[in-house]
Nanobody, 119 residues
Framework: QVLLAESGGGSVQPGESLRLSCKMPSEIFNRSAMGWYRQVQRRERERVAFFGADGRVSYSASVKGRFTISRDDPQSTIYLRMNSLEPDDTAVYFC?????????????WGQGIQVNVSS
């Protein structure tokens, strides 16, 4: 059962924008560090933007200044606003949540959503 529901991917031209959404159950959202990864075929999954357990936001060097992660707590949803998209941003994007309990952590992944950037 996939508990993280992603939406908002698609195909755009270089320079355009997209916004990804990831909705999850509130019981996961309220106790998780969470964010976005992406993966290009045959490469390792790369962390793109993330809310740490301490609330701090981090970005990969390749997207810093172009991508913005945000959250809507009442909706238990996180977003990834992607501006000035480049062909190298083409990938499958995954929502990730790490639910933190007193004695263990549980990791959740979305199914992944395709983003294509080409002219």
């Amino acid at each position: 059962q996939v508990l993280l529901a992603e939406s908002g991917g698609g195909s755009v031209q270089p320079g355009e924008s997209l916004r990804l959404s990831c909705k999850m159950p509130s019981e996961i959202f309220n106790r998780s560090a969470m964010g976005w990864y992406r993966q290009v075929q045959r490469r390792e999954r790369e962390r793109v933007a993330f809310f740490g357990a301490d609330g701090r936001v981090s970005y990969s060097a390749s997207v810093k200044g172009r991508f913005t992660i945000s959250r809507d707590d009442p909706q238990s949803t996180i977003y990834l606003r992607m501006n000035s998209l480049e062909p190298d941003d083409t990938a499958v994007y995954f929502c990730n949540a790490i639910a933190i309990y007193s004695h263990y952590q549980q990791t959740y992944w979305g199914q992944g959503i395709q983003v294509n950037v080409s002219s």
